[in-house]
Antibody, heavy 112, light 107 residues
Framework: EVQLVESGGGLVQPGGSLRLSCAASGFTFSSYWMSWVRQAPGKGLEWVANIKQDGSEKNYVDSVKGRFTVSRDNAKNSLYLQMNSLRAEDTAVYYC?????WGQGTLVIVSS | EILMTQSPATLSVSPGERATLSCRASQSVSTNLAWYQQKPGQAPRLLFYGASTRATGIPARFSGSGSGTEFTLTISSLQSEDFAVYYCQQYNNWPWTFGQGTKVEIK
């Protein structure tokens, strides 16, 4: 069974940092592009970042460029999102996804 | 950035009826278009990719069509489990972008 399990969310003050993790199982993680998608409370979906199978290519939406870094560890079947200089508008549920498969998300709240 | 516009914002349909959802791209995305279903409190679920290729396990009452800038998701006979929000998403150009969603509600 395919599983994507996100962790690392929580409450953080504006300007702070968080590192999200996504543990993958049930499929060949190293064969897939992986992505982070977020959804602000009551709002639509936004594709935040993606990363190629070997980590050699990464893409970011403009609103997070220079603040967020996506990475992966294929030996650990894990995806990460390092989020720095967090803003109130980064408040959202963050999903880890292969496109076909999605985790249940982890909630990030940026508030003082 | 490619803007994706979905219509209508809300669609009220009776069970058993047909639902037609539209998605328009601000420039051509070829057939690099996906549809997702999302229910409250759940992650999105992939329905279609390549505009018309059904994802694994998606019932045949769902169909997708279109290319270029105009796309349609059709549900031929709505079942109770189909009431949800539906999103289109282009992956032709980065940043990949979603439409704002169409809520399909019970009439």
């Amino acid at each position: 069974e395919v599983q994507l399990v996100e962790s690392g969310g929580g409450l953080v003050q504006p300007g702070g940092s968080l590192r999200l993790s996504c543990a993958a199982s049930g499929f060949t993680f190293s064969s897939y592009w992986m992505s982070w998608v977020r959804q602000a409370p009551g709002k639509g979906l936004e594709w935040v970042a993606n990363i190629k199978q070997d980590g050699s290519e990464k893409n970011y939406v403009d609103s997070v460029k220079g603040r967020f870094t996506v990475s992966r560890d294929n030996a650990k079947n894990s995806l990460y999102l390092q989020m720095n200089s967090l803003r109130a508008e980064d408040t959202a549920v963050y999903y880890c996804t292969t496109v076909n498969y999605w985790g249940q998300g982890t909630l990030v709240i940026v508030s003082s | 950035e490619i803007l994706m516009t979905q219509s209508p914002a809300t669609l009220s349909v009776s069970p058993g009826e047909r639902a037609t959802l539209s998605c328009r791209a601000s420039q051509s995305v070829s057939t690099n278009l996906a549809w997702y279903q999302q229910k409250p409190g759940q992650a999105p679920r992939l329905l279609f990719y390549g505009a018309s290729t059904r994802a694994t396990g998606i019932p045949a009452r769902f169909s997708g069509s279109g290319s270029g800038t105009e796309f349609t998701l059709t549900i031929s006979s709505l079942q109770s489990e189909d009431f949800a929000v539906y999103y289109c998403q282009q992956y032709n150009n980065w940043p990949w972008t979603f439409g704002q969603g169409t809520k399909v509600e019970i009439k």
